[in-house]
C-alpha cells in the first residue's frame, strides 16, 4: 500500500458534486477504501488540524499553484511534511506554462483534466459568444494558443512518472500536441449507483404539470450560454411546432428571478410567448437523490454543450444509466461518452441542426421514448475506478 498526497486546488464541499472536483476527490476516496494513506492538499483557510473533505483528510494551504513562476515553499513543506510515496497533480493545460509539478525521489502522477479544442473548434462558436461566456471560454482560448514545444518542455522539465486523462478523446490530443503514446493513460470516471435503472415516478411527473402523453426533455446543469440552455430554448420552439406534445423541463439551483436578472437573453427566451407555457423551470437546489429522480420522470435528457467545461462531464453517463435517449453535441469528448444506440447529435451552437436532434430523438409516442427501448451501456461504478487506479499506482 502507498502513502498518497493529490495535490488540487478547488477542493471545497460544495465543488465535489462538480467536475473535475468530483473525480479527483473520488479517487483519492476509493484509495483510502483499499487501504492506501492518502491526504489531500488544497488550498483555502483551514477549519482545524484534522479536517476532512467527505472522509478524505485535507491539508489547506494558502495556494497549491507557483506564484510568480517561483517556488511555492508552503507546499513543498506540506508534501515533506506528509512524506509520501505518490504525488498526484491535479493539471490543465495552462499549468504547463508555469507550474513546477514533482517532487523528488517519490512517483509523481499527473491528472489532465481538461477538454482540448482546436482554434477551429472554438472558431466555429463565434467572438461574441467566447466573449460573452469568458469566464468559460477564456482557459481553452488560451489552451490552443500554447505552443507543443512549451508542453513538451515542461514535461521534460518536471519528469513525471505517468499522466491519466478521462477520455480517450483527450488522450489522443495530447498524443498530437507532442507526448508519447504510453505517457499518458486513460482511467475513465464513474457514476453513483443511484442512477442505475432509477424507474420514472409517474406522480412525480404529474406534481411538476406533465400528462402521461407529453414528451418531456430534460435539461440540468448550469444555465449558462455555452453549456447549451440558450440554444436549446431556440430550437425547443421549432421542434414544437412540427409536436405539440414537447414540454421542456430545465432543472436549475438558479432561481429564476435570478437567472432573468443576470442573463436579460435567457429571461426573454423562458417569458417567449410560443414556449413559455410548456417549460417548467424548478428552481433551487436538489439533492443527489431528488435530482436522479427528476430526470428519471422526463423522457429526453438534453445537454447541448457548446463547449465543455471539463473533461468527461458526468451527465452524460448518468442519463445513459437512466436508459435515457441523450440529445448532445459533437464536440470535444461527447460522442465517445455516449452510446451510439441511444444518442442524437447536434452542431454546438447551432440552432436547426439542435431542432432536428430533438425531432429524432423524441419520433413516435411517449411510451417508445424512454425504458424498454434503450440499452444502458456498461458504465462503471466508482468502485472500478478505484480499483483501476489503486492498480495503476502499484505498477508504478
Not at 472554438?122 to 468559460?136: D, N, P, Q, S, T
Request: charged share 20%; glycine share 6%.
Amino acid at each position: 500500500m502507498k502513502k498518497i498526497c493529490l495535490v488540487a486546488s478547488g477542493l471545497q464541499p460544495h465543488t465535489l458534486r462538480l467536475q473535475p472536483w468530483r473525480y479527483l476527490h473520488q479517487v483519492a476516496f476509493e484509495l483510502a477504501q483499499r487501504g492506501h494513506t492518502v491526504t489531500l492538499i488544497s488550498d483555502g483557510p483551514a477549519s482545524g488540524p484534522d479536517e476532512e473533505l467527505a472522509g478524505v483528510p485535507i491539508q489547506r494551504i494558502a495556494t497549491v499553484t507557483n506564484p510568480r513562476w517561483g517556488h511555492n515553499t508552503q507546499l513543498e513543506a506540506a508534501l515533506r511534511t506528509n512524506t509520501p510515496d505518490t504525488v498526484i497533480w491535479h493539471l490543465g493545460k495552462t499549468s504547463f506554462l508555469h507550474q513546477r509539478f514533482r517532487l523528488p525521489d517519490v512517483t509523481n502522477l499527473g491528472i489532465f483534466t481538461s477538454p482540448l479544442y482546436h482554434m477551429s473548434e472554438l472558431a466555429a462558436l463565434g467572438l461574441v459568444r467566447l466573449i460573452k461566456g469568458y469566464e468559460l471560454s477564456a482557459v481553452h482560448v488560451l489552451g490552443t494558443l500554447i505552443p507543443r514545444q512549451v508542453l513538451r518542455h515542461s514535461l521534460s522539465r518536471n519528469l513525471l512518472d505517468g499522466l491519466v486523462v478521462q477520455t480517450a478523446t483527450t488522450r489522443t490530443r495530447l498524443i498530437e500536441l507532442g507526448l508519447e503514446p504510453h505517457e499518458v493513460t486513460v482511467i475513465s470516471p464513474g457514476i453513483d449507483d443511484g442512477w442505475y435503472q432509477q424507474q420514472a415516478d409517474e406522480s412525480l411527473r404529474a406534481n411538476l404539470g406533465f400528462t402521461s402523453q407529453d414528451k418531456v426533455i430534460v435539461y440540468f446543469g448550469a444555465p449558462s450560454s455555452l453549456r447549451g440552455l440558450h440554444t436549446l430554448l431556440r430550437a425547443f420552439a421549432i421542434a414544437r411546432q412540427q409536436d405539440a406534445q414537447l414540454k421542456l423541463l430545465i432543472l436549475s439551483r438558479r432561481h429564476a428571478d435570478e437567472l432573468i436578472k443576470e442573463d436579460a437573453q435567457l429571461g426573454r427566451l423562458l417569458n417567449d410567448p410560443a414556449i413559455a407555457a410548456h417549460v417548467h423551470l424548478r428552481s433551487g437546489y436538489l439533492s443527489a437523490t431528488a435530482l436522479i429522480h427528476h430526470v428519471a420522470a422526463a423522457d429526453v435528457v438534453a445537454l447541448p454543450f457548446e463547449l465543455v467545461p471539463s473533461d468527461a462531464p458526468l451527465s452524460l453517463l448518468e442519463a445513459q444509466a437512466l436508459a435515457k435517449p441523450i440529445i448532445t453535441t459533437d464536440t470535444a469528448c461527447l460522442s465517445e461518452l455516449t452510446s451510439v444506440g441511444c444518442r442524437y447529435l447536434a452542431q454546438p451552437a447551432d440552432v436547426p441542426s439542435l431542432a432536428r436532434a430533438i425531432q429524432r430523438a423524441t419520433q413516435g409516442a411517449r411510451s417508445t421514448l424512454s425504458g424498454h427501448h434503450i440499452t444502458a451501456p456498461p458504465i462503471r461504478r466508482w468502485r472500478q475506478v478505484g480499483t483501476e487506479w489503486s492498480h495503476f499506482i502499484q505498477s508504478r
